[in-house]
T-cell receptor
Framework: ETGVTQSPTHLIKTRGQQVTLRCSSQ?????VSWYQQALGQGPQFIFQ???????GRGNFPPRFSGLQFPNYSSELNVNALELDDSALYLC?????????????FGSGTQLSVL | GESVGLHLPTLSVQEGDNSIINCAYS??????FIWYKQESGKGPQFIID?????DKRQGQRVTVLLNKTVKHLSLQIAATQPGDSAVYFC?????????????FGTGTRLTIIP
């Protein structure tokens, strides 16, 4: 088990709503990355936060946003939910800043948009 | 666009036999490759990694082979056990240090037959 914890584990929302997912990074890690994993697919990079600033972003629209707090925990916010946003959202932490650091993943939040 | 893909989506192996999972990548600029194991209900778990200046790396019961000429990566698992049943992903990181953005393949589901 990694030290990365995510909450909630499951969530059901309706189209058009907003959602906030939370992640606590492993002790000693200052970088958090978020990934979206659709059913039967590999995880897709959303964005990464390092020292409370966005440090790289994948091909996701602006309605996907995030925050990182001084204790390195992080939030992923998704506005105006769409049906295709239904997926497993994974948070991963790393020591960061060095490149090619090992990522440690949490168990994810399963989001269902109805 | 650049992508990481897998040759086979499913693989069944008799317990105790060796298994080989293959992966093709297309980004010649990729510098670092990782294999992850994902069990049901969990996030991806790091198995083994390899840098582009190597062609083989061994861990406990696992070996990763990298053939840069044909852009091919493989994961060999020796003496498979029931606990090896999972989905296996290869992932790559391009050579832009400081950003742990991983590009994942679709995954191969490995089933160990008792």
């Amino acid at each position: 088990e990694t030290g990365v914890t995510q909450s909630p584990t499951h969530l059901i929302k309706t189209r058009g709503q907003q959602v906030t997912l939370r992640c606590s990074s492993q002790s000693g890690h200052n970088t958090v990355s978020w990934y979206q994993q659709a059913l039967g697919q590999g995880p897709q990079f959303i964005f990464q936060y390092y020292r409370e600033e966005e440090n790289g972003r994948g091909n996701f629209p602006p309605r996907f946003s995030g925050l990182q707090f001084p204790n390195y925990s992080s939030e992923l916010n998704v506005n105006a939910l769409e049906l295709d946003d239904s997926a497993l959202y994974l948070c991963a932490s790393s020591r960061g800043g060095q490149g090619s650091e090992k990522l440690f993943f949490g168990s994810g939040t399963q989001l269902s948009v109805l | 666009g650049e992508s990481v893909g897998l040759h086979l989506p499913t693989l069944s192996v008799q317990e105790g036999d060796n298994s080989i999972i293959n992966c093709a990548y297309s980004n010649s600029a990729s510098d670092y490759f990782i294999w992850y194991k994902q069990e049901s209900g969990k996030g991806p778990q790091f198995i083994i990694d390899i840098r582009s200046n190597m062609d083989k790396r061994q861990g406990q019961r696992v070996t990763v082979l990298l053939n840069k000429t044909v852009k091919h990566l493989s994961l060999q698992i020796a003496a498979t056990q029931p606990g090896d049943s999972a989905v296996y992903f290869c992932a790559e990181i391009p050579s832009n240090f400081g950003n742990e953005k991983l590009t994942f393949g679709t995954g191969t589901r490995l089933t160990i037959i008792p």
